[in-house]
């Protein structure tokens, strides 16, 4: 592996060597890293063999949800990807559990600090970060707690440009931006701490919130109110090889790419349409990594159809009407077998086939991390919930939910509000809409002067480019935000090209007849590359459909408001002018399938359960033998009773019940566990945890 030294969007600062060993190896990080992405850098994908079946074990969430990362350090069982690095830190592959330390009769058991305040927010990324900053504005006490090195959640991964509208939701800024200017205001805002590195671990009947801060010290927080903000978590497929090391959630890729800028893989599939697997997939072209093809499910992508035209006219194959067969390697993955799906979602036979690659992004959807809104419910608390905690959406709409459940605290204080929360809520259901299908557009018949030409046909809230437009020359219908945009031309447009570089999907070009109506010059946005295009360079000129030839670049230019957008003019002729849609810096090229002899899988070789390496089979058996009670299957399989705590598994098993024909209402669901993570005894006592685990 290596670092992404030159990175598009991403600023790349220089960072302090770190010596650490892993299993007596001496290896260089660096400062700021979490363990799992030094393991990375240094091509160390295998962590650790699990103790059941010694069955490689690798990272998966990224996100401190499953166990599948654990190390040693110092003689205790970590997450690799929630635990920093530090100097001289001894790491050992983690193979079972530790042996216990020795008993020490010197052990200062210290008094637990409760700490009051008006508001705890629960995660610290768009929603809850938009929620502190409106009841910090209203000089509300917040304490903001989030279990990551820095504020921002997701926005931190992501570096495309959001939709929605600027004034609600800063719409054609990017997410890592967001995720700065929401940080910067929340930090200056007197009535608010915030506490960051610091992992909520359970809510209490007496209200009490637990909470490990800063990795080291257990403290109890007192809330009059609480909002819950934790976000989602990915979905997992069952599948043959789905456990291999270099299968794992796009959330987790993105984390290595957009906020470690360690280029992961160098040969990435993906699996599921949606906007995480679309723009997971555009993340990795802008990294230098090969996307070898995207497969759906569905007969069409879930995803904004600008995200998927994106990856379709850099050259992405997409898949539709597929789905994954299995991941295929002894220690870690080596190759993928996808195969066509029929009607009644079997595998057509003869459809098969097998691509080399090195790493499978799982984008199958997100489930909500809710646990603690329903506990906090459960004993009665004053609680609310936002984000994707409450429904799964863009980060867009989880900034205005967070507004909203915000400005909801504020009238339970008695603080007056001026917003109409039933027009603000009227608004999110729009933002958090599924997108619609595409609609027909035609193309404009004007070839004169210069314009806008919008690429976009699929009616989702979406309206920067009305907001930049210097002659405000660019409308919707009756200015509503789900509408697609158009060129008034009441007035000349100026050819700024504003609207071109804030466009979120890259779906507006600017077309100029002014010179040659024979061969006009179209001005495309290009985020491949943060060097100027240098005039007269060669650059490939893309449709929907495929390439349409190459062409010399006769202007490049970065707008002062849009640095991390290139705008990049080339001369076309005219029948081509209006199909073009995009530009590349290298010529599509297409991965072969192999030939790949394919053993014959049973239930019993797929894995459900990442923690106690429960099969599908296993499952079966004793759902088919009458249990549909997820404590029974508990006992008798130890399905849910790893370190995550059943966060992975339970949908899948769930899944199992329905493709079984047990109805939901007729399974018991299981006991959830108390604490959401594990954690040294010792912290209940007031016993600090060191750096390092010592």
């Known amino acids: 592996m290596e670092f992404i030294n030159n990175h598009p969007i991403i600023d790349i600062d220089k960072k302090k060597e770190i010596e650490f060993t892993f299993d007596g190896k001496s290896l260089i990080g660096f400062t700021g890293m979490v363990i799992s992405s030094a393991l990375f850098l240094n091509n160390i994908k295998v962590f650790g063999h699990h103790v059941k079946d010694r069955s490689p074990q690798g990272i998966f969430c990224a996100n401190g949800q499953c166990s ?8 205790v069982s970590v997450k690799a990807c929630m635990t920093l690095l530090t100097e001289g ?4 592959s983690c193979n079972g559990l530790p042996e216990l330390p020795m008993e020490d009769d010197h052990v200062e058991i210290k008094d637990i600090n409760i700490t009051n305040t008006d508001v705890l927010v629960i995660g610290g990324g768009p929603a809850g970060l938009s929620a502190t900053k409106v009841l910090g504005e209203n000089n509300i006490d917040v304490i903001l707690v989030d279990d990551k090195l820095r504020l921002g959640g997701k926005l931190v991964l992501q570096t495309h440009k959001f939709f929605g509208s600027q004034e609600d ?4 800024t990017r997410g890592i931006e967001i995720g700065n200017i929401l940080g910067d205001i929340v930090s200056n805002l007197k009535s608010v701490k915030i506490w960051v590195n610091s992992i909520v671990l359970a809510i209490f009947s007496d209200g009490l919130v637990g909470i490990i801060k800063d990795a080291d010290e257990y403290i109890l927080i007192k809330p009059k109110y609480l909002l819950i903000a934790t976000g989602a978590r990915e979905k997992m497929l069952v599948f043959p090889g789905n456990t291999l090391p270099g299968v794992y959630g796009a959330g987790a890729f993105q984390t290595l790419v957009n906020r470690d800028v360690i280029k992961a893989a160098e040969n990435v599939f993906i699996v599921g349409g949606g906007n995480v697997g679309l723009i997971a997939g555009y993340h990795a072209i802008q990294a230098g990594i090969n996307v070898v093809g995207l497969v759906e499910a569905l007969s069409q992508c879930g995803g904004y159809k600008v995200h998927e035209d994106k990856l379709k006219w850099l050259g992405v194959p997409i898949y539709t ?6 991941a295929n390697g002894q220690d870690k993955l080596e190759s993928i077998t996808i195969g066509k799906l029929t009607d009644s979602w079997d595998i057509e036979p003869g459809s098969e086939r097998t691509f080399a690659c090195d790493t499978l992004l799982i984008a199958v959807g997100l489930d909500p991390v809710d646990e603690f809104y329903h506990k906090a419910q459960q004993y009665h608390m004053k609680v609310w919930i936002a984000g994707d905690a409450q429904e799964i959406a863009e980060a867009s709409a989880a900034i205005f939910t967070g507004k909203i459940e915000a400005l909801k605290i504020l009238k339970e204080i008695g603080v007056p509000i001026t917003e ?9 259901n729009i933002m958090k809409a599924k997108p619609p299908d595409p609609v027909h557009t035609e193309v404009i018949g004007r070839e004169e002067g210069i314009f806008p030409l919008f690429h976009c046909n699929q009616e989702i809230p979406c309206n920067p480019c009305t907001s930049v437009c210097p002659q405000e020359q660019i409308k919707t219908v009756d200015d509503l935000i789900t509408q697609l945009p158009y060129f008034v031309d009441d007035e000349d447009c100026i050819g700024c090209g504003k609207c071109v570089a804030v466009c979120p999907g890259l779906a507006i070009t600017l077309i100029d007849y002014r010179k040659d109506k024979e061969s006009p010059v179209v001005t495309f946005p290009l985020e491949l590359t943060s060097e100027k295009m240098e005039v007269g360079r060669t650059v490939m000129v893309a449709s929907n459909e495929g390439d349409l030839g190459e062409f010399e670049v006769t202007r490049a230019r970065f707008l002062k408001e849009f640095p991390k957008t290139q705008l990049v003019s080339v001369k076309l002729p005219s029948e081509i002018a209006k199909t073009a849609i995009g530009i590349k810096l290298i010529k599509s090229g297409y991965t072969e399938a192999m030939d790949l002899y394919q053993q014959p899988y049973t239930d019993d070789d797929i894995i459900v359960c990442r923690c106690e390496r429960v099969s599908v089979g296993e499952i079966r058996k004793w759902i088919r033998y009458g249990v549909h009670d997820f404590n029974e299957l508990k006992a008798l399989t130890k399905a849910g009773m790893g370190a995550c705590g059943g966060k992975t598994c339970t949908s899948l098993i769930n899944r199992i019940f329905r493709e079984e024909g047990i109805k939901q209402e007729e399974i018991t669901p299981g006991t959830k566990r108390p604490l959401f993570v594990e954690v040294p005894m010792g912290a209940f006592a007031g016993i600090k945890t060191k750096k390092g685990g010592k």
């Open 420 to 428: 109409n929360l039933e027009e603000l809520e009227d608004f999110a």
């Open 89 to 92: 830190m001894t790491i050992e």
């Open 169 to 172: 939701v800063y719409a054609g």
């Open 68 to 75: 599948q990362c654990n190390v040693i350090v110092d003689g």
């Open 321 to 326: 009407n597929h789905t994954v067969i299995s």
